[in-house]
């Protein structure tokens, strides 16, 4: 048995609990049950009873850290840096309407939503188990939505005042065009949510469920309480000048009135298309090296025992053992004390001879002896391509070792199972992104009637969709500007960032392709040219568009240096893929291209017309009818 044993000892030898320099220690901490399942309060716990340790010695070289997993809670749902992109949506919103209590209205609304919203997550928190993540990405969203849906419902109440209309028929006639906008709207964004339930990964289903919950509070808010403060607040809503020169002519008849003046994208088209494709393909080029991941303790801030864990434990005991993995040895029949030895080091050496692996150390036998467990050390970290490469050659030794002992091997352990996640997002990721672009060219067709709007519109999407993901790989996996994120060591990008990217950037998509083309639609129908009909839904809705765009740009952009590591990375794509999508493909790119196609932008098989529902999204038939 001496050159079994030898093996054995071979194979534990990079092994430590204590560094080589004797200044450091390793302590394991085991629960009852698996560190998912254990209760916040018990870890944490063990974590604050760990930490005393540092206030109850008298040596003051002694420091004690614990690992990420203890750490990991849901202290609050805001910090500083979202309060702060609140402030920055409400003081946009005074900006655009001039009035305190007029910008005050979609803030409310949004916070009253928010609230309803978060409070069932919480509920729900009891029975079912979520991510850290999970109520802050509902957060996030019904903030945003809550404020956009509000306000143009706000915005078409204010445009329609001005004209000397009552209050009371404004905010019907409001609620009836901007409300059913609102109500569509929200339904593409909900589906969308809903549809990562099709990735087959639990806790993102869960994420998407949960934030179509709270997309729902939002349109339920915008399309009642909103009319409702609305008829309370009165001509209120306007500012004193305003008012003022409602007062002095009796309507304003400007107001109403809407520019056919080409703007840049319609004078400039073929510029404009070049310039922006280009720009969009370059910001996209770092997609081409993405890598799924999820955060370990190096993602953390600095100053925290997260971080300070990680880092102590790579610089005394080297990377790998962030990344520890659990390797499972299955036997048919029990394993005899005599054999043992002989049995653990013909596994041991298979462990052994596969690259990047340091160390691997048997943990021991279960009670009826047919399964063991080996500890196993990679090379590098958690998130390390060749972490990864090991991962795949542990469990590509499964016909190596059923020949020689007649049992079977199996990988497990945190790092193994983010990589495993990972794997399956990344090969679910081109399904979902095409499920989604067929939705969005179905329901484009259905309000548009048109073959050519739909098509640019999903194109422009799937720009957006490369180029925000090409500027997060950028950011958080290159390190580009990481200093200003405050982002020390890159790294994989989060797993499940784009396919909640996709969801959501493909509903916001629809609302402002919605707001933008079906007045570029009214215009064409009612006899202007095509392109005197872009310049005129450009100039009807871009005002408001760009308000929403910056007051979403303003709520998830404060998400980037959320107090929470996770949600920084999804904070940023969305701030990123709503500039892009708002401001270059949704202002410039779509109508640049529309103009080039002239009439054929709004062609459609007559067959296909007559067999089409006729959705009057906007509610223009009862716009007609109250002007009639």
Same mark, same amino acid.
Do not use: C
């Given at each position: +048995?001496? !050159?079994?044993?030898?093996?054995?000892?071979?194979?534990?030898?990079?092994?430590?609990?204590?560094?080589?320099?004797?200044?450091? !220690?390793?302590?394991?901490?085991? *629960?009852?049950?698996?560190?998912?399942?254990?209760?916040?309060?018990?870890?944490?716990?063990?974590?604050?009873?760990?930490?005393?340790?540092?206030?109850?010695?008298?040596?003051?070289?002694?420091?004690?850290?614990?690992?990420?997993?203890?750490?990991?809670?849901?202290?609050?749902?805001?910090?500083?840096?979202?309060?702060?992109?609140?402030?920055?949506?409400?003081?946009?919103? *005074?900006?655009?309407?001039?009035?305190?209590?007029?910008?005050?209205?979609?803030?409310?609304?949004?916070?009253?939503?928010?609230?309803?919203?978060?409070?069932?997550?919480?509920?729900?928190?009891?029975?079912?188990? *979520? #991510?850290?993540?999970?109520?802050?990405?509902?957060?996030?969203?019904?903030?945003?939505?809550?404020?956009?849906?509000?306000?143009?419902?706000?915005?078409?109440?204010?445009?329609?005042?001005?004209?000397?209309?009552?209050?009371?028929? @404004?905010?019907?006639?409001?609620?009836?065009? @901007?409300?059913?906008?609102?109500?569509?709207?929200?339904?593409?964004?909900?589906?969308?949510?809903?549809?990562?339930?099709?990735?087959?990964?639990?806790?993102?289903?869960?994420?998407?469920?949960?934030? !179509?919950?709270?997309?729902?509070?939002?349109?339920?808010?915008?399309?009642?309480?909103?009319?409702?403060?609305?008829?309370?607040?009165?001509?209120?809503?306007?500012?004193?000048?305003?008012?003022?020169?409602?007062?002095?002519?009796?309507?304003?008849?400007?107001?109403?009135?809407?520019?056919?003046?080409?703007?840049?994208?319609?004078?400039?088209?073929?510029? &404009?298309?070049?310039?922006?494709?280009?720009?969009?393909?370059?910001?996209?080029?770092?997609?081409?090296?993405?890598?799924?991941?999820?955060?370990?303790?190096?993602?953390?801030?600095? $100053?925290?025992?997260?971080?300070?864990?990680?880092?102590?434990?790579?610089?005394?005991?080297?990377?790998?053992?962030?990344?520890?993995?659990?390797?499972?040895?299955?036997?048919?029949?029990?394993?005899?004390?005599?054999?043992?030895?002989?049995?653990?080091?013909?596994?041991?050496?298979?462990?052994?001879?596969?690259?990047?692996?340091?160390?691997?150390?048997?943990?021991?036998?279960? $009670?009826?002896?047919? @399964?063991?467990?080996?500890?196993? %050390?990679?090379?590098?970290?958690?998130?390390?391509?060749?972490?990864?490469?090991?991962?795949?050659?542990?469990?590509?030794?499964?016909?190596?070792?059923?020949?020689?002992?007649?049992?079977?091997?199996?990988?497990?352990?945190?790092?193994?199972?983010?990589?495993?996640?990972?794997?399956?997002?990344?090969?679910?990721?081109?399904?979902?992104?095409?499920?989604? %672009?067929?939705?969005?060219?179905?329901?484009?067709?259905?309000?548009?009637?048109?073959?050519?709007?739909?098509?640019?519109?999903?194109?422009?999407?799937?720009?957006?969709? *490369?180029? &925000?993901?090409?500027?997060?790989? !950028?950011?958080?996996?290159?390190?580009?500007?990481?200093?200003?994120?405050?982002?020390?060591?890159?790294?994989?990008?989060?797993?499940?960032?784009? #396919?909640?990217?996709?969801?959501?950037?493909?509903?916001?998509?629809?609302?402002?392709?919605?707001?933008?083309?079906?007045?570029?639609?009214?215009?064409?129908?009612?006899?202007?040219?095509?392109?005197?009909?872009?310049?005129?839904?450009?100039?009807?809705?871009?005002?408001?568009?760009?308000?929403?765009?910056?007051?979403?740009?303003?709520?998830?952009?404060?998400?980037?240096?959320?107090? &929470? #590591?996770?949600?920084?990375?999804?904070?940023?794509?969305?701030?990123?893929?709503?500039?892009?999508?708002?401001?270059?493909?949704?202002?410039?790119?779509?109508?640049?291209?529309?103009?080039?196609?002239?009439?054929?932008?709004?062609?459609?098989? +007559?067959?296909?017309?007559?067999?089409?529902?006729?959705?009057?999204?906007?509610?223009?038939?009862?716009?007609? +009818?109250?002007?009639?």
């Amino acid at each position: +048995k001496i !050159a079994p044993a030898q093996s054995l000892i071979a194979a534990a030898a990079e092994f430590r609990v204590v560094s080589s320099d004797g200044a450091t !220690a390793i302590g394991t901490v085991l *629960f009852e049950t698996p560190i998912t399942e254990v209760e916040t309060a018990d870890r944490t716990g063990v974590a604050d009873a760990l930490t005393k340790l540092n206030a109850a010695s008298d040596n003051p070289n002694i420091r004690v850290e614990v690992a990420q997993d203890l750490l990991r809670s849901l202290d609050s749902l805001l910090g500083v840096g979202e309060i702060v992109g609140l402030v920055v949506a409400a003081v946009t919103l *005074f900006v655009m309407l001039g009035t305190l209590i007029g910008a005050g209205l979609p803030v409310l609304a949004a916070l009253i939503g928010v609230g309803i919203s978060a409070a069932i997550t919480f509920a729900l928190s009891a029975v079912y188990e *979520f #991510t850290s993540t999970t109520p802050i990405l509902g957060v996030m969203l019904g903030l945003a939505v809550g404020i956009d849906y509000a306000l143009f419902i706000l915005n078409r109440h204010r445009r329609q005042l001005k004209t000397g209309m009552a209050v009371r028929d @404004s905010i019907a006639l409001a609620n009836g065009t @901007s409300g059913n906008s609102v109500v569509f709207a929200g339904l593409t964004v909900m589906i969308a949510l809903a549809a990562l339930n099709l990735t087959g990964i639990g806790f993102l289903g869960v994420m998407g469920t949960m934030g !179509a919950m709270a997309i729902v509070f939002s349109v339920l808010i915008a399309v009642t309480l909103t009319p409702a403060l609305l008829s309370r607040i009165g001509m209120r809503v306007l500012s004193r000048k305003e008012r003022s020169a409602l007062t002095a002519s009796g309507s304003n008849s400007a107001a109403s009135a809407v520019s056919t003046k080409p703007v840049f994208a319609t004078r400039h088209p073929w510029i &404009t298309v070049v310039a922006t494709v280009l720009v969009l393909g370059i910001a996209a080029i770092p997609f081409g090296s993405i890598r799924l991941g999820l955060p370990d303790g190096s993602s953390e801030p600095i $100053e925290s025992a997260g971080y300070q864990s990680y880092k102590l434990t790579e610089e005394a005991f080297g990377e790998g053992v962030n990344g520890a993995l659990i390797v499972v040895v299955e036997a048919p029949k029990a394993v005899s004390k005599d054999s043992e030895v002989e049995f653990q080091a013909t596994i041991a050496d298979a462990i052994m001879s596969v690259d990047n692996v340091q160390a691997a150390v048997p943990s021991g036998f279960s $009670e009826d002896r047919t @399964s063991m467990v080996f500890r196993v %050390i990679p090379m590098e970290g958690p998130n390390a391509v060749s972490t990864a490469a090991v991962v795949t050659d542990l469990r590509a030794l499964d016909a190596e070792v059923a020949e020689a002992l007649d049992a079977h091997i199996e990988v497990t352990g945190i790092a193994a199972v983010n990589i495993d996640v990972s794997k399956k997002l990344g090969e679910a990721l081109p399904i979902y992104l095409m499920t989604v %672009i067929g939705l969005s060219l179905i329901l484009l067709v259905l309000v548009f009637r048109s073959i050519a709007v739909p098509i640019v519109a999903s194109l422009g999407f799937l720009l957006t969709v *490369f180029a &925000t993901l090409g500027a997060t790989v !950028a950011v958080f996996q290159w390190g580009w500007l990481g200093q200003l994120f405050d982002i020390h060591d890159p790294a994989p990008i989060l797993s499940f960032l784009p #396919t909640i990217l996709i969801g959501i950037l493909f509903g916001l998509a629809m609302d402002y392709q919605l707001f933008l083309a079906s007045g570029m639609r009214e215009a064409f129908v009612h006899g202007k040219t095509a392109k005197e009909s872009i310049n005129f839904g450009i100039h009807l809705s871009r005002a408001v568009v760009v308000a929403a765009a910056i007051i979403m740009i303003s709520v998830f952009g404060g998400f980037i240096f959320s107090h &929470t #590591t996770m949600i920084r990375p999804v904070g940023f794509g969305l701030a990123v893929g709503v500039l892009v999508d708002a401001f270059i493909v949704r202002l410039l790119l779509v109508p640049a291209t529309l103009t080039l196609l002239g009439n054929a932008a709004w062609w459609i098989p +007559k067959w296909l017309d007559r067999i089409l529902p006729d959705v009057d999204v906007e509610g223009s038939k009862l716009e007609g +009818k109250l002007a009639h």
